[in-house]
């Protein structure tokens, strides 16, 4: 029996729950408001790591696989409110988001811990904020948040090609040791 009800669980099951309130706000265009909401929510997937990683008896199997769909979720709702909001490109979310649901059909196929670590998110969740910045600053067209989605684009691209490659590799070991007799 494994404890569902650790902290770092109700966090990300808080960053969930904050993801529709953020969609929102940001499509009501408050993005003041909103800009604080993700930084609750980043403040909560902070907390998650750290006490999932020093606080042993925090530990879960449940959390290992719920922080990361915590993350993508979070990260799908918010792109896709931003794009409706004309801050950041339609191809860009499109593609940040057909990455990770290759992503997540990959954890369903290949366990998760076998493939390499999402290497672009910290670049996603920078292009969010600094995309629910421009309006609170008046950014909104600078050259520097289009030169952050390029950078987003570039990550997303290598990470989905690494997600690929390393987990055609993953399969044939699997495949190989299934036909090793015991």
Sequence with gaps: YENPWTIPNLLSMTRIGLSPVLGYLIVAQDFNTALGVFGLAGLTDLLDGYIARNWANQKSALGSALDPLADKILISVLYVCLTYANLIPVPLTVMIILRDIALIASVFYVRYKTLPAPMNTAVQLILV??????????????VYLQVLWCITA?????SGYSYYHYGQKTVKVLNNDKMKPS
């Design 129 to 142: 904020a600094a995309s629910l910045a421009a309006p609170v600053f008046n950014y909104v067209d600078s």
């Design 154 to 158: 570039f990550t997303t691209a290598a």
